[in-house]
């Protein structure tokens, strides 16, 4: 079959761009080092933050708030395809400070959401224990009631079946090794298990992009940073709420469990777990919800996050060549502003004006 688009990289960009590119009649195959979505996608811990679109904002923004304008939307429509449920819910948000620093950050969060429109109420110690009455008491907290979360495990196996019955070619333990190029096209890609040839390219490499990208002669700035998350399972409900703490978070599941969340290590690609960090984890959880002290850790994970020097994504282009794209570098966003990633690079790819400016996300930049 001749393929109009080889996208390399199957994680949720890569995914959700397949998923997209199909539903608008493109023939797409995926490839993937290893197995779809088991990276930095599947580790996280689903939180779609509140964001709405108003005129003004940064591309940034407007992109994240696409992306959680859409992820209802496709929540329902990859329950619908597949009978997958990805435990798609708006449970809302605490953000917390407990620190003059922490409080200068949640001043700086209020001042983004009066700008984009999100609706926050700030929370009193008569309001906080009755909403969490688990939740130790906090000198300011803030409630934004659009916050919401997904199952990322559910929604990656939600995208790969929906992908798949609608056609898409999934190639798992298929790396991209090399580039053969004619003129200003990129004819096809050299991988473990031969030549693969398509219309167009696309890279989606998470943390492995820039390794990727080198291929072609482009240096982009996406490295690792890991992150590990540990989660508990009290046997009951013991938070309602994704709580916010800076970088670090408790995100609660239906079924009782807590995620514990997470640390920001620059360690190249180094995946593995550390008990210094775990028992951070663990400290922080049981400081802030002492109800978690004694909650059985059910399991531990790590996984690799694509960052950028000045924290934009790639959403571009590559300027050499007509029919070569990427899509990384999301950081911590990725699941988020998956959906609305896969909507602009889609339209990008198919020779239509985003209805994203993406000028700021040009890898040329």
Request: charged share 20%.
């Amino acid at each position: 079959m001749n393929f109009d688009v080889l996208i390399v990289g199957g994680g949720a960009i890569g995914l959700s761009l397949a998923y997209e590119l199909v539903g608008r009649g493109a023939k797409v195959h995926v490839i993937d080092r290893g197995q779809f979505g088991q990276e930095s996608s599947w580790a996280g811990a689903g939180m779609i933050p509140a964001a709405r679109n108003v005129a003004g904002l940064h591309p940034l923004d407007q992109l994240a708030a696409l992306g959680w304008q859409l992820h209802p939307i496709w929540a329902e429509r990859l329950r619908a395809e597949t009978g997958i449920d990805n435990g798609y819910r708006r449970c809302g948000g605490l953000f917390l400070a407990h620190s003059p620093a922490g409080a200068e950050e949640l001043a700086s969060f209020r001042r983004m959401w009066h700008q984009q429109g999100v609706p926050v109420e700030t929370v009193s110690p008569t309001q906080l224990a009755d909403i969490e009455p688990n939740l130790q008491p906090q000198s300011e907290v803030d409630l934004v009631r659009d916050e919401a979360q997904l199952r990322n495990p559910r929604h990656l196996r939600a995208l790969v079946a929906a992908c798949e019955q609608r056609g898409v070619k999934l190639s798992s333990q298929v790396a991209a090794l090399g580039f053969v190029t004619a003129a200003k096209s990129v004819v096809a890609v050299q991988t473990n298990i031969g030549l693969i040839e398509a219309d167009k390219v696309c890279i989606c490499g998470g943390a492995w992009s820039a390794p990727i990208a080198s291929l072609l002669g482009f240096e982009v700035g996406v490295k690792p940073i890991r992150g590990q998350i540990v989660l508990l399972n009290p046997g009951r409900e013991v938070i309602r709420h994704n709580i916010n703490d800076g970088p670090r978070y408790l995100v609660p599941r239906d079924d009782g469990r807590v995620l514990v969340g997470s640390t920001e290590e620059d360690v190249g690609f180094e995946k593995r777990t550390t008990d210094v960090a775990i028992r951070g984890l663990l400290d922080f959880a049981t400081t802030l919800v002492p109800a978690l002290a004694g909650a059985p850790v059910e399991k531990s994970w790590s996984g690799l996050r694509p960052a950028t020097l000045d924290v934009l994504p790639y959403l571009s282009r590559l300027p050499k060549f007509d029919n070569a794209w990427i899509a990384a570098g999301h950081f911590r966003a990725g699941l988020s502003m998956s959906c609305s990633t896969a909507v602009v690079m889609a339209q990008l790819i198919n020779g239509e004006p985003p209805q994203i400016d993406l000028t700021p996300f040009r890898v040329d930049r």
